[in-house]
């Protein structure tokens, strides 16, 4: 009354422990039979009482090890095979494969507990990982995922390791990257002349070092980190100076979540977000009694806090500091250093000391951010710990396509069959070096999903870099997608929505169907079509790049519009603090519409507000006087703030003059900024969503998709989600992929795939 079934799992299924997990299953519910990796996923034979077959089918589906992530499961019965036990088969790898490798893991509980047992062999060892957790993206070079594919493959494991390493009970069966201070990776300490640091504990000097005020060059998992003890306001403000970083908050990194909550609120789904495997840096709300220094995010209501994941964090932080700054170690937005040589030319100018290792970094991975707005995680940029897990769409895409993305906070993508795997982060493609991690990135796609792509996908910006790049590759068709259908896309594919939607895309440039620089569309489609229902109205940006930034152009711009040239009379700071000669010049610029292309761009409006309100007039990072604008807020937005005003939808455009003059009023009124902050924020939202409700009534669609870099703005993010709820729309919000244009590259594929059927 034997039976035999064959069950094949596919997703992530490999580097997580699966196998050992369905052989001590099997054994339990005394079956016979195998189980291996395959490219297919892991297949499973078993043979046994139909009532153990049951029971073992269940607990398979609902005792998953916690890493796995499972796409397809299928089991079919089988002719017996009488085999007389259960094991673990050697790996099998032919053809097509439609794998999946893991995505780097933060240590585990019993990997932490381990490391810190006196007397164990890896007491206090930096580089102990098994099948639940340790590097697996990041070390890896090619399929399968096996030591040899591994920068691991330097290191000969010894006779221990090699033995838990065979041993199917034991929780390092097959952990690739397993190892101990007898054969595995080590630390070391080198001073700015490439001198080693004499030392038997490079962790604890590495503490003096950072107790002293140092600035620390740390090698970890996706990269380098730079490393300053956070209570230190010298070391912060060095810090500051040397990597040219004038104002961006720097990202910290604290022993656990409880430590945060001593600096910030924290809600019970932001301590998950802390918590979870991946370890993102999270966005939490300052507490006022914080007492961390100011220029660790100065100007800002947040902190970004992310919890230990390597071994070497948690010893640093143990009995010692609060928080450390963690901050990537490159100058601006250039991508991250990953080798040690690298590390000693390039960071020499930035770092004291450098806290090194000797474990390759094969793929780059900066951290990534995530913040918890109406109710989700949302991913802002999207990297260690979630790259390279995909994105799994409803339908099969027709043929395998790439795509190139944007050019800024650019990430490439590449499909096959239902699974798009995105790149992580990749930056702004605006030098050398971010330019050949996004051609190795496409590379490296092509290598772990084992495929060539038919058709490339690219915006259709001409200027993009990475547009033009797409344009080289001669024996692939190219199709040009526009960029906010794209945004729009982007939010339908994560939701696994083909239905016509109406998109409110939020954004600060993208290249427009016209030729001109759009931002601020109200868009109708689908992934085959779309159509820009309304769209802010286009006004000059004078100096064109420079008015980004430079924000006080662009109040120039709004409020020439608004006033004429009545406008120099206007009792506001901006009219004051602007030197004469620079104001008529710019004038001029605007009269003579001299390099002054206009814009639909909502990133615009809000520069402009905020140097209407002298908030800020010149930028230091992307977005600043847009982010300083949204944290003058405080307290929660009410509806009742709106502006009583027509935004006079004329053939589409949406005009902004009264909700300037409001604001304005508003300013030399002397009333406060906060006030007038929230009453734009309120405003602008219940313009859009009045314009959304007529949308709804000439075309009976009731699906609204939010996308596009500003509402990364939380405010604003929150409060039209929440009113459109109530006005009965179904939102459609990311949270795998970013908003910004990280989450570009999704989009590019799925209108792609809609312009081959
Ligand atoms: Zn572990
Ligand atoms: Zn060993
Ligand atoms: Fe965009």
């Given amino acids: 009354m034997q039976k035999r079934h064959l069950i094949r799992i596919d997703g992530i299924v490999q580097g997580v422990g699966f196998r050992p997990f369905v052989y001590r299953l099997a054994k339990s519910h005394k079956l016979t039979g195998w189980v291996f990796n395959s490219n297919k996923g892991v297949m499973v034979e078993v043979e046994g009482l139909p009532d153990n077959l049951t029971r073992f089918q269940n607990r398979l589906r609902q005792e998953m090890p916690p890493l796995a992530q499972v796409t397809e499961f299928s089991s079919t019965e089988i002719p017996l095979k009488n085999d007389d036990r259960f094991v673990i088969l050697q790996s099998e790898y032919k053809g097509d494969t439609s794998v999946l490798v893991s995505p780097d893991m933060s240590l585990c509980e019993d990997c932490l507990k381990e490391m810190l047992l006196p007397g164990n062999r890896r007491f206090h060892y930096p580089f102990l990982n098994c099948t639940n957790c340790g590097p697996r993206y990041t070390i890896i070079s090619g399929l399968p995922y096996d030591r040899a594919n591994t920068s691991m493959h330097e290191f000969t494991m010894c006779e221990e390791c090699e033995k838990e390493y065979r041993d199917p009970a034991n929780r390092r069966f097959h952990a690739q990257p397993n190892a101990c201070p007898k054969c595995g990776p080590t630390l070391q300490i080198v001073d700015r002349e490439k001198r080693p640091v004499k030392t038997n504990d490079p962790v604890k000097h590495a503490k003096l070092l950072l107790r002293s005020g140092r600035i620390l060059a740390i090698r970890g998992l996706g990269g380098f980190h730079l490393v300053a003890d956070a209570k230190n306001t010298n070391a912060i403000e060095t810090l500051r100076e040397r990597k040219r970083r004038a104002e961006k908050p720097f990202a910290l990194m604290a022993a656990n979540a409880d430590v945060v909550e001593k600096y910030c609120k924290v809600t019970h789904r932001e301590r998950e977000a802390l918590q979870q495997q991946a370890r993102p840096i999270v966005l939490l709300q300052a507490r006022s009694s914080s007492k961390l220094p100011k220029v660790i995010a100065p100007k800002s209501k947040y902190y970004g806090f992310m919890l230990p994941y390597l071994p070497v964090q948690h010893l640093l932080l143990l009995d010692n500091f609060d928080v ?58 999207r990297s260690r710990g979630y790259v390279p897990a995909p994105i799994i769409l409803e339908n099969k895409v027709k043929a395998p396509i790439l795509a190139v993305g944007a050019e800024l906070k650019n990430t490439v993508a590449l499909s096959n069959g239902n699974k798009v795997m995105l790149s992580q982060h990749i930056g702004d493609l605006d030098n050398p070096e971010a330019i050949a991690f996004f051609k190795d990135s496409i ?42 259908h794209a945004h729009l896309a982007s939010v339908m594919a994560e939701n696994n929505s083909a ?59 709004y409020l020439r519009q608004a006033y004429g040239s009545s406008m120099q009379k206007l009792d506001l700071p901006i009219m004051r603090s602007t030197k004469p000669n620079e104001l008529n010049l710019l004038m001029q610029i605007l009269d003579k519409e001299v390099n002054s292309p206009k814009t639909s761009s909502c990133g615009r409006l809000f520069d402009a507000v905020s140097s209407i309100l002298d908030i800020r007039n010149k930028i230091t990072y992307e977005a600043q006087a847009a982010i300083e604008l949204e944290m003058s807020i405080k307290g929660n937005l009410q509806r009742n703030f709106a502006y009583p005003i027509d935004y006079n939808l004329k053939h589409g455009a949406i005009n902004f003059q009264p909700l300037i003059r409001e604001i304005v009023n508003d300013k030399t009124q002397n009333i406060a900024n906060e006030l007038i902050a929230a009453k734009f924020h309120v405003s602008l939202a219940e313009i859009l969503i009045a314009i959304t409700i007529r949308a709804r009534k000439d075309t ?7 996308s596009g870099g500003v509402f990364q703005n939380f405010t604003l993010f929150q409060y039209t989600v929440e009113r459109l709820r109530s006005e009965g729309f179904r939102v459609l919000t990311h949270s795998r992929v970013p908003p910004n244009d990280g989450g570009i590259s999704l989009g590019q594929i799925t209108v792609a795939n809609a312009m081959l059927q």
């Fill in 700 to 706: 009976g669609i009731a699906q609204v998709g939010l």
């Fill in 443 to 484: 590379k490296h796609l092509q290598k772990l999903l084992e495929i060539k792509p038919h058709y490339v996908a690219c915006d259709m910006h001409p200027e993009y870099l990475s547009t033009k790049w797409a344009h080289e590759q001669e024996l692939m068709p190219k199709i040009a997608v526009q960029h906010h």
């Fill in 324 to 381: 450390l700054v963690m901050t990537s170690a490159n100058y601006s937005d250039e991508p991250i250093v990953i080798s040690n040589e690298h590390a000693f030319d390039y960071l020499a100018p930035l770092a004291d000391y450098f806290l090194i290792h000797n474990r390759e970094i094969l793929q780059r991975c900066d951290d990534s951010i995530v913040t918890v707005a109406a109710g989700h995680q949302r991913i802002l940029r």
């Fill in 499 to 557: 239905r016509k939607t109406i998109g409110i895309i939020l954004d600060g440039t993208g290249y427009g169907t016209d030729k001109t620089i759009w931002g601020g569309e109200i868009l109708i489609g689908d992934f085959r079509d779309v159509s820009r229902y309304a769209w802010f109205e286009p006004l000059p940006l004078p100096g064109g790049e420079a008015a980004i930034r430079e924000p006080w152009r662009m109040a120039i711009s």
